[in-house]
């Protein structure tokens, strides 16, 4: 990486490129670039929960594999993200059942408060607002998950309830975090 694009990188950015070259250093299990790559786009997104520009032109420079390769597989596998996860990642189920039982009109109502569409975080990165295949509760549609809950029999009118929810939640884990203490809370039901 050029002296004049380190520099407008941030410090912390800067710090964890360079455990990616320390990666590409050293791991024993990359054989091949084809490996190579893949092992580093691994690490990339587990350091910094994504993949960003910066890290994808360092890995290029490193492993010389045009940023063109490097961003096809990156795109191809689902495991990898481009652009940081929201905190709160709302899964809304497209399948058939859902469907039929008004799917439709919660993804409005989610796009009408969030002001985001689909596959998009709001700006302070709270919330991400996503599709996923049948989850498995056909007979409770339409269903509706936020990261690890899921929510069932959804209506339009639940979801002000449901997003204010995880807004108290993440005011009070940002507080937990500022003290540094303890574990991030749960929000539940
Ligand atoms: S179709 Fe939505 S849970 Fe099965």
Do not use: W
């Not at 360092?58 to 481009?82: D, R, V, W």
């Amino acid at each position: 990486m050029s002296q004049a694009k380190a520099k407008q990188i941030s410090k912390e950015t800067h710090e964890k490129l360079k455990k990616v070259g320390e990666f590409l250093k050293t791991s024993p299990l990359l054989k091949d670039q084809q490996s190579q790559l893949m092992g580093a786009l691994h690490y990339v997104q587990t350091l910094f929960g994504y993949l960003p520009q910066e890290a994808m032109e360092y890995i290029s420079e490193k492993l010389s594999i045009p940023t063109a390769h490097i961003y096809g597989m990156a795109t191809f596998y689902n495991y990898f993200s481009l652009q940081p996860k929201a905190r709160y990642q709302i899964y809304l189920c497209k399948g058939t059942a859902c469907y039929v039982a008004g799917g439709a009109r919660i993804q409005e109502r989610l796009r009408e408060e969030l002001k985001i569409g689909l596959g998009e975080n709001t700006p302070d990165g709270m919330f991400g607002l996503n599709i996923t295949r049948c989850l498995g509760c056909c007979g409770l549609s339409p269903v509706m998950q936020v990261n690890e809950d899921i929510y069932v029999r959804m209506v339009p009118e639940k979801i002000p309830a449901i997003l204010e929810k995880y807004r108290r939640q993440d005011k009070k884990n940002a507080k937990v975090k500022e003290a540094g203490i303890g574990a991030f809370e749960h929000p539940g039901k």
